[in-house]
């Protein structure tokens, strides 16, 4: 039987798998042996132009996360905020209009995300979710399912945000707090690239690997689901 790539199961060392060193070793289900045909394919996209200037930025990106380089890969030192990160990425790659699809629930979040950004010269068209006042009814929502039962509800509209940033031509998007399936919508209709700054999590304070790092412990419930 063809088994499916496991990598969040591997049980090689990280620092010997073969993914990381040419001489690493490997699982049978390992896509850097399996998948080859995918390999080449990938790399012929990355020798797209366009694509090659944002692989190039984000890899670059990355590695001026850290400091402490030159004295070595043990000794390296995180230094920067992910909004940092954003915002120097976005320059590395001339991006000079930034848009931003943010939940309500996260407003005094966004005023202040795209005053930094404002303030480091950029462009700034934000949006919120409930956009458009479309009631939650035009989906088929009843009553009964809504947050605020007997009342009036918007319903987030991801798309709406998505073809508003699409119609003001921003060249990057930047998630602020979409819920769950929402951010899959928006990602779905959004044209231009798109990062995430932070994601919806209303009970962790929107830190979701709080549940993750907890669940063997406070979490451990989440291990015995059932629907």
Known sequence: ???K?????CHVETAKRICRTED???PKYCPTVAKKDLIERSIEEYRKKDVLHLAYNASLQEAQGYGNREKGYERVVPIKPRILEV???????????LGIAFCIGLRKEAKTVAKFFTDNSFEVVSVVCKV?????????????????????ESMCNPILQAMILNSESTDLNILLGLCVGHDTLFLKYAESPCTV????????GHNPLAAVYNI?????YLKRLSY
Do not use: W
């Open 132 to 152: 458009g006042r479309v009631p939650k009814e035009t989906i088929g929502i009843k009553d009964d399912e809504k947050i605020s039962i007997g009342n009036f």
């Open 5 to 9: 790539p496991d990598c969040a199961n």
């Open 87 to 97: 915002a120097e990425f976005a320059h590395k790659m001339g991006f000079k209009k």
């Open 216 to 220: 063997d412990s406070y979490y451990r």
């Open 24 to 26: 690493g070793i490997h």
């Open 1 to 3: 039987m063809k088994q």
């Open 197 to 204: 700054l932070a994601v919806k999590d209303r009970v962790l």
